[in-house]
């Protein structure tokens, strides 16, 4: 079956440090792929996607590259800040209603 | 924002009550799904659907059935809650699905419930 196996956190790091969020997964077929955010107390929210091998998605100074090689899509940033502070999920789509698959989350915690 | 509400919003009950939970959109989406939010496991897919009165079994259905009888609504019960059913639900919901396409989901603000 599908899963997403992702960094485990906590992950601290101080304000302007370099991020990286690993992210391996396994599936059948061409999932699309995900990078979900969540804030203290809301829900997920789409950080950035890729819906294909090498693509990169990108957003808010993140980054993330579909590697069907080693079936990776680590989240990159070059300098975080306090308010990247959040749970953030890798996640897969497949299946015939595109199910979602996410890994077990990182918090990332940014200090000032 | 996708508008997407969960109701009620926190809710506690006790063990071998059933509970209901009720997810309500806007955006006239095709797919909804509900999944739960546990330590340790992200979130995982309880049941989905993809039309109205169309729906199929996730990875954790065990204990929950859902309907949806209108677009905008998809109901999730727990005919007899469980302590192990303590955990928040989101709803989420999505326009399409294809293989070439992003198949975005929009979520839900999520359901906190205890099962005492």
């Known amino acids: 079956g599908n899963s997403v196996t992702q960094m485990e956190g906590p992950v601290t790091l101080s304000e302007e440090a370099f991020l990286t969020i690993n992210c391996t997964y396994t599936a059948t077929g061409y999932p699309s792929l995900f990078w979900y955010v969540q804030y203290p107390g809301e829900g997920l929210q789409l950080l950035l996607k890729?819906?294909?091998?090498?693509d990169k998605g990108s957003n808010k100074g993140f980054e993330a590259t579909y590697r069907k090689e080693t079936t990776s899509f680590h989240l990159e940033k070059g300098s975080v800040q306090v308010s990247d502070s959040a749970v953030y999920f890798c996640?897969?789509?497949?299946?015939?209603?595109?199910?979602?698959?996410f890994g077990s989350g990182t918090q990332l915690t940014v200090l000032p | 924002d996708a508008g997407i509400t969960q109701s009620p919003r926190h809710k506690v009950t006790e063990t071998g009550t059933p509970v209901t939970l009720r997810c309500h959109q806007t955006e006239n989406h095709r797919y909804m799904y509900w999944y739960r939010q546990d330590p340790g496991h992200g979130l995982r897919l309880i049941h989905y659907s993809y039309g109205v009165k169309d729906t199929d079994k996730g990875e954790v259905s065990d204990g929950y059935s859902v309907s949806r009888s209108k677009t905008e609504d998809f109901l999730l019960t727990l005919e007899s809650a469980t302590s192990s059913q303590t955990s928040v639900y989101f709803c989420a919901i999505s326009e399409s699905v294809s293989l070439a396409g992003s198949n975005e989901q929009f979520f839900g603000p999520g359901t906190r419930l205890t099962v005492l």
């Open positions: 996640a897969l789509a497949s299946g015939s209603a595109r199910q979602l698959t």
């Open positions: 890729a819906t294909k091998a090498d």
